[in-house]
């Protein structure tokens, strides 16, 4: 009997057909479609499906095997990100379309195509030995695209069911298609939003200009005293709990084939702006930051219009590192924006959660964790053999700026690490038009997954 | 024969049902129709037309009498405001509804009632004296709320049209229904545009932040630089040139029935922020400003979305007091942000125009300018005659924080000096829904009106 999966891009191209987006409920179709295909890809390996009831979009909690065997986490998403602006799209991008060695369409990249190299190579290994000795749960959410809302209490009810010895998530970035890398960490986050009110309606600003303060000059007064001059954030205690990375991670981004200058070239600025003592490739994954995400008030439009606006607003995000922690930092960010607030404006600092920083250090790495798994220890190395037997390279061990932050809650709530494989490029465009899944890394990460569940049984 | 300035409140309804916005083009028939409205009556009052081309609304100079008598100019403005947001007005915008004392409509107080007034006045005194010896030069144009962009032109091209000894406006405040005001100064203007361009895409905060300077983060580091801590402007020169107030002018001031607590109510506000040494209600008269009218970059929706956005900006407007040169702040202004502007992104600074001030002292007060007309020299003290006569008390001198720049315009190429005379209040929602002139100034100043055109003609 022929399986959708005997065909990685027939199977990718159906998946990115059901529109997914979890942003917009007009989408809830292509949002219950995506979520039927994943499971019945998953049925057909032979998985127990348990569909998990969120107050958004249901979760696939899928098992096979014997509860005594080595126990493998995967995680996934089906959602994926809304496709606008839609006039930049080449194609259309819910209708997969194969163009230069890639394959077209939203989601492709973020995350479906990841998934499908899983799932093929499972399905490749199931094939042969329908028996393999490994204890696997899927855990596939329809709401990352919109922070995983419904992650953390699925977490607490379901953590009995989610015991095990490793998390392998394939939904990180790799240099290119030639150099994969194994993601070693990812930044925390906490978020704020600073609301400064002044007079109680917009004022003309020409005839009562000079009797208060500006709700704009406040809020920009206050802003700009949250950095030195140097390009460190200046809020009292930021730099307590940062620990400085191993020195094995530094060399590592040495190996990149990607330097400053193309990173420079790659943002399109003339020079970078780094806390002192790192380069920018080491900034973004090593360094803390307090970022202006959206700063606005008073007119918006073209040409001008003489007002004093009755409020403004900032966005903030802190990007965090180990050991900060999200609470604490959301608390430190508060007390400075308060003592930086003039008196004669209202000023409200709103925190909107966020996560703490996860780093996983490779077993048999300086600097790393003595409570590894067994499943642990030998899935890195294996790991890095697979992929080197197929992309003629071994991975980079890199940390992400970004964040994730069920990695960290799945760590803390079922004590899981994560081995994260990188399989998206920059070329891939995630998150905006044009999104596409490289053919080639779909093949080979295919093969090496192959490789690796099928090794990794034998524990 | 009747004419409609027999009933100037059926004069005013008329006038209003024309919608002249000049913002919005979709408006021309109504631009159309008010301007031949203020044609008709000037015609009715024995006035010649010359309606004077622009490259958008035409302005009306209409004249009567003998070149040889006194010169009086009066200026006045057809169009108005757009009337958004409809939804506010309790009646229709453009149909005139007289409620409570007060005839509701667009335009209604800005600035089409003050002109039914000076008309409805002259219609009276020219109905007893046809031949009154006062030559009168009406200057009524277009584009008054969209910034008279071309009446400089008009003014260089016509200025020997205009040899005046006096200009008459009615397009500023007054205190209240009981106490009118002579505007005896106007702040001028220049406003700049900053921008800021950095990566040259909007980035993802977590996956870039900590390499590149934030243009939200440069813009406001260098905005919250154009200020001292006290509330002046700490752009280096900015007060080199300002001339303090004369001493008249602050006790003129203490005679308001409306002191710094009900000024802080109206605006909402808990405390003031003024510059060291002015308060309140002299800081908007007689102090310089720098106001951020606008300052926007990155995401601006509901939420939060993690971004470092490619650019950000600044609107600024300065107020500008006696002897400030609107050119030379602009420049000031301009470097002091260069000063400021990190290297790590590229600012650029655009100077958007403006106007310089301006103040007239009326004749006999000191700090006063001796070149003072025949004509000018006897219509202060004759005005504050007639509103005395027919409000029950003398006028306050006042200047007013917002800017006219074509008062100035008219002064320095027509070297004609304007009196003032403020006939709406704050209660008449200029600019805002609901805008309405009050009934009871109408009549009344069409009677101080009618006395000071008899008089002033026996100069």
């Known amino acids: 009997m022929t399986q959708l999966l005997d065909n990685p891009v027939e199977a990718l191209t159906r998946y990115v057909e059901q529109p997914s987006v979890s942003a917009d409920s007009s989408f ?13 890809r998953l049925i057909e390996l032979g998985f127990s499906i ?6 958004i979009n249901p979760i696939i909690l899928a098992t096979r095997g014997d509860p005594a065997w080595p126990k493998l986490v995967i995680y996934g998403h089906y959602d994926v990100q ?17 163009r230069n060695g890639r394959l077209y369409g939203r989601g492709a990249a973020d995350n479906k195509g990841p998934q499908i190299v899983h799932m093929t190579a499972l399905h490749r ?13 899927y855990l596939i959410e329809g709401e990352e695209e919109i922070g995983s809302p419904s992650f953390r209490g699925f977490l607490e009810e379901k953590k009995d069911r989610l015991a095990g010895d490793l998390l392998l998530v394939s939904d990180t970035g790799s240099p290119g298609p030639e150099q994969l890398a194994v993601t070693t960490g990812l930044r925390g986050l906490t978020a704020l939003e600073v609301k400064v009110f002044g007079p109680k309606q917009d004022l003309h600003s020409g005839v009562h200009g000079g009797a208060l303060m500006n709700p704009l000059q406040a809020i920009m007064m206050i802003c700009a005293g949250l950095h030195d001059k140097d390009g460190k954030v200046s809020v009292e205690g930021f730099y307590d709990d940062v620990r400085l990375p191993n020195n094995w991670e530094k060399e590592e981004l040495k190996k990149l084939d990607f330097g400053e200058e193309d990173y420079a070239k790659f943002l399109g600025i003339s020079e970078f702006f ?17 970022e202006f995400n959206g700063v606005g008030g008073g007119y918006q439009g ?31 960010v508060r007390l400075a924006i308060e003592r930086l607030s003039p008196p004669c404006v209202r000023v409200d600092v709103e ?60 760590k803390e709530v079922a004590n899981l690490d994560a081995l994260m494989i990188g399989l998206f490029t920059n070329e891939d465009n995630l998150h905006a038009p044009d999104e596409s899944f490289h053919l080639g890394i779909l093949e080979n990460s295919i093969n090496a997954f192959e490789h690796f569940f099928e090794n990794l049984a034998e524990v």
């Open 28 to 40: 809830a179709d292509g949002v219950q479609g995506a979520r039927e295909f994943a499971c019945e």
């Open 302 to 332: 073209e040409g001008s219009k003489t007002v004093i606006p009755s409020e403004a607003f900032a966005k903030i995000t802190c990007r965090l590192v180990p050991d900060q922690n999200s609470i604490d930092i959301a608390r430190k």
């Open 274 to 290: 780094t806390p002192p003592g790192y380069s920018a490739l080491e900034a973004i994954r090593f360094c803390p930051t307090l």
């Open 125 to 137: 290994v199931l094939k042969k030995n329908p028996d393999l000795p490994l204890h696997i749960t």
């Open 50 to 55: 348990d569909l998990v009831e969120t107050p």
């Open 82 to 98: 809304p496709p606008d602006p839609l006039d930049l799209w080449t194609s259309d991008p819910f209708k997969a379309v194969e």
């Open 351 to 410: 925190v909107k959660g966020g996560g703490d920083p996860y780093v996983v250090i490779p077993p048999g790495k300086p600097g790393g964790n003595s409570s590894n798994s067994a499943l642990m220890k030998k899935a890195f190395p294996l790991a890095e053999g697979c992929i080197l037997a197929t992309f003629g390279s071994k991975p980079l061990y890199l940390r992400e700026g970004g964040s994730i932050p069920i990695i960290r809650d799945l």
